[in-house]
């Protein structure tokens, strides 16, 4: 049973969510924050595990009765996921819907109560609680540190060389902890106003400020902001100016940027019946560095939900490479780690099918309580929790390690800079 009302404006609706497990998606004043106890919940991992996540929503949306006065995409039923990125990870894919959402689009605010229909009564409504005190992050090298990254990317040249790829994305982590009673509020708040043309996410302790987004489903419209070739900003005007102009021309970045918007567009065509993009990229301004960037538009034709969008995207070049296959198992090779939900899809879908998915860049995995990460910790007794953070690049033929480790460095700003 699902019902949205119409709601009074509330000014900082996380304040709504849990301190230690937020439910959060947020971009430029419009959110979606989930509170109260969790009504429903899937856990899958495998290769089949978005296809399997976006079965059971069919269904889940066909049995749904709700009751929505407000109708914008995010209202009525509602659920949050965060998905491993790769088919073999030991991370859980997750979808979960909570039992309250605080709405806020375009200047109008809602709140939605669901509850199970065999249940006598609905959940005590939330309360609002405020922050709790400051806290920071320690942060170090992780699994692959910079000298190793160096190694790493000079086997992903040699494996370009050797033809077996065009392209492979390397990330590398960093890993500390946290205090174990950190109000992880405050790292949302944070992101979500020093990234505000990013998409601010929280699900399942994967929190961050991803520039790019996977796919944005709308009444059978479908877009995506496609990324790839990426500088640090300059100084000044006149650097920055040098910058993009530098980007915008150079063959090794163009020809990156280039396999991430075909690996986007080919995965859309079968499902859309008109589909655009731009045939130069624009060049997005972050705080910290400079992207590439392609929307792509279109119409959906055979009734896909947001979801179905997610299976058939993931993972794009930008985070995987070209061709998929043999640059995941690339990737699987050189990497030392399970990237975990680092570069999977994270967004929320609605009772509709619409929903928005972005791709978790910029972002850090906290730990559970109780929970063994892939580095071996707990809650440690001293009273941590742990983080780890990975951030990547794309090498093609030309790629230089150390630029790529400068390039590591710069998109792990906000999430460092955010923990400090
Ligand atoms: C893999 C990451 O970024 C991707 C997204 C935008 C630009 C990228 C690049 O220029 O390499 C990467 O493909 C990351 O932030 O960890």
């Known amino acids: 049973m699902v019902e949205t009302r119409e709601a009074d404006p509330v000014e900082d609706p996380l304040l709504w969510a849990s301190r230690s497990w937020p439910l959060a998606w947020q971009r430029k004043g419009d959110m979606l924050v989930g509170a109260g106890t969790e009504i429903l919940r899937l856990d899958v991992t495998g290769p089949d595990r ?28 509602v659920a949050f996921g965060a998905f491993a990125f790769d088919d073999g990870s030991a991370q859980r894919s997750t979808l979960t819907v909570p039992s309250t959402i605080l709405g806020r689009r375009g200047g109008r ?5 669901i509850r199970n ?67 992880l509020r405050r790292l949302v708040r944070a992101l979500a ?13 994967i ?7 996977l796919v944005t489903v709308r009444g059978g419209e479908v877009t995506a902001r496609v990324l790839a070739g990426t500088r640090p900003r300059g100084a ?33 065509r079968p499902h859309t019946s008109a589909l655009a993009s731009a045939e130069q990229p624009f060049t997005l301004k972050l705080p910290n560095l400079w992207h590439l960037a392609t929307d792509v538009e279109g119409t959906l034709s055979n009734g896909s939900t947001a979801l179905d969008m997610v299976r058939a995207l993931h993972p ?23 990237r975990g939900r680092y570069a999977g ?28 990460t892939d580095r071996g910790w707990m809650i440690d007794p001293d009273g941590t929790r742990p983080v780890t953070a990975h951030a990547g690049g794309g090498i093609v033929a030309g790629s230089v390690p150390e630029a790529e480790l400068l390039e590591t460095r710069v998109k792990f700003r906000p999430i460092v800079d955010a923990l400090a």
């Open 117 to 183: 229909a065999r249940a006598a009564a609905p959940d005590e409504a939330p309360q609002p609680s405020d922050y709790g005190s400051h806290w920071s992050a320690t942060l170090g090298p992780g699994r692959m540190d910079p000298a190793a990254h160096g190694d790493a990317v000079r086997e992903a040249l040699a494996a370009i060389e050797a033809g077996e790829v065009k392209k492979v994305v390397i990330a590398r982590d960093i890993a500390g902890s946290v205090p174990v009673d950190a109000d």
């Open 109 to 113: 605010h809602w709140i939605t109560r």
């Open 236 to 268: 000044d005007a006149d650097e920055d100016s040098a910058i993009i102009a530098e980007l915008a021309a150079n063959p090794k970045d163009v020809d990156e940027h280039e396999y991430a918007v075909r690996s986007v567009v080919d995965a859309l």
């Open 193 to 205: 106003s020093g990234y505000p043309d990013t998409w601010t996410f929280a699900v399942e302790g």
């Open 316 to 338: 794009t070049a930008a985070v995987a490479g070209t061709p998929r296959e043999a640059a995941m198992a690339a990737i699987r090779r050189i990497e030392p780690f399970d």
């Open 345 to 372: 899809p994270v967004g929320w879908i609605d009772g509709n099918g619409d929903g928005e998915w972005a791709i978790a860049l910029r972002c850090a995995q906290f730990g559970v309580p109780g929970e063994t």
């Open 207 to 213: 929190i961050g400020a991803s520039p790019e987004t």
């Open 50 to 77: 978005i296809a399997r996540i976006a079965a059971s929503w069919r269904e889940i949306m066909a049995a749904a009765e709700v009751d929505d006065e407000v109708r914008v995409p995010g209202t009525g039923l």
